[in-house]
């Protein structure tokens, strides 16, 4: 079977250590080696680095990213003709017109996402995108009860039957810290821990969503759910490296700058 070649082909990888493969080479291995039932189910977790090229477009802030399904000249051309894209991609483009509602109301279309495919979704895909959301809701939860925000309207377009969805608004006018669900717990200690550092949060983020995926991992060590708990772990190895260069280039350039 080539997906025991793939299996065998990738290296082990540990948290905080820069990966022996990269994105584009692990997507190689995928296309040559996988069939286009297995490829499908990879392009959906793929699809939300599509939703975050859209984002970044609107904004101007940062290059594109090409660990998603589509090339920047397609996506640019399935966006202009508003075919060829999921509904709730082409129904958010619909209802909201201009740039600036689009931006402003620019979590609906993440909430579609989360909300469509997981319909659509069986095994683990569903369970990533389950795992997925579930983090983003609580780290909405965490964060605006920090700052003192309203979550009734951070989470606007959420499902409010979602169970996290209403555990995280009960919690909209009591005291104290935010409280996580049990299986969270740990997430939640490590972002106390990292106190108000900003990259100590994300950090902690990351290592707990690596921990996840690296279990699924172990657990199927010859199953599609194990290839594409790779590519996941891949993707946060690579964003964690890119955030301290980036880091370190930002010191650095102060250094030069003041002349230290």
Same mark, same amino acid.
């Given at each position: 079977?080539?997906?025991?070649?793939?299996?065998?082909?990738?290296?082990?990888?540990? +948290? &905080?250590?820069?990966?022996?493969?990269?994105? !584009?080479?692990?997507?190689?291995?995928?296309?040559?080696?996988?069939?286009? =039932?297995?490829?499908?189910?990879?392009?959906?977790?793929?699809?939300?680095?599509?939703?975050?090229?859209?984002?970044?477009?609107?904004?101007?802030?940062?290059?594109?990213?090409? =660990?998603?399904?589509?090339?920047?000249?397609?996506?640019?051309?399935?966006?202009?003709?508003?075919?060829?894209?999921?509904?709730?991609?082409?129904?958010?483009?619909?209802?909201?017109?201009?740039?600036?509602?689009?931006?402003?109301?620019?979590?609906?279309?993440?909430?579609?996402?989360?909300?469509?495919?997981?319909?659509?979704?069986?095994?683990?895909?569903?369970?990533?995108?389950? +795992?997925?959301?579930?983090?983003?809701?609580?780290?909405?939860?965490? =964060?605006?009860?920090?700052?003192?925000?309203?979550?009734?309207?951070?989470?606007?377009? /959420?499902?409010?039957?979602?169970?996290?969805?209403?555990?995280? %608004?009960?919690?909209?006018?009591?005291?104290? $810290?935010?409280? +996580? !669900?049990?299986? +969270?717990?740990?997430?939640?200690?490590?972002?106390? /821990?990292?106190?108000?550092? !900003?990259? %100590?949060?994300?950090?902690?983020?990351?290592?707990?969503?690596? &921990?996840?995926?690296? /279990?699924?991992?172990? $657990?199927?060590?010859?199953?599609?759910?194990?290839?594409?708990?790779?590519?996941?772990?891949?993707?946060?190895?690579?964003? %964690?490296?890119?955030?301290?260069?980036?880091?370190?280039?930002?010191?650095?350039?102060?250094?030069?700058?003041?002349?230290?």
């Amino acid at each position: 079977m080539r997906r025991l070649f793939v299996s065998g082909s990738l290296p082990p990888l540990e +948290f &905080d250590s820069k990966p022996d493969i990269n994105s !584009p080479l692990l997507r190689s291995l995928f296309e040559e080696n996988l069939s286009k =039932r297995e490829l499908k189910k990879i392009h959906v977790l793929q699809f939300w680095i599509d939703l975050s090229n859209i984002q970044n477009a609107m904004y101007k802030t940062k290059s594109f990213d090409p =660990r998603g399904m589509f090339s920047e000249d397609m996506l640019k051309m399935l966006l202009k003709e508003g075919d060829g894209l999921p509904e709730y991609v082409t129904s958010f483009f619909a209802d909201f017109t201009t740039e600036a509602e689009r931006k402003r109301n620019f979590l609906a279309l993440v909430a579609g996402y989360f909300q469509e495919e997981r319909k659509k979704a069986k095994g683990f895909v569903r369970e990533f995108l389950e +795992f997925e959301h579930n983090i983003k809701i609580l780290l909405t939860g965490f =964060r605006t009860k920090r700052l003192g925000r309203d979550v009734a309207r951070e989470l606007q377009f /959420e499902d409010s039957a979602d169970p996290i969805v209403q555990m995280v %608004l009960l919690q909209k006018n009591t005291s104290g $810290s935010f409280v +996580f !669900p049990l299986e +969270f717990r740990e997430l939640e200690e490590k972002l106390e /821990e990292a106190g108000r550092d !900003p990259v %100590l949060q994300y950090e902690a983020i990351m290592k707990f969503r690596f &921990d996840y995926y690296s /279990e699924q991992a172990w $657990s199927h060590p010859f199953a599609l759910r194990a290839l594409a708990a790779t590519m996941m772990r891949v993707w946060i190895l690579e964003d %964690l490296f890119a955030l301290r260069e980036e880091k370190g280039e930002e010191i650095l350039n102060k250094v030069v700058e003041l002349g230290a």
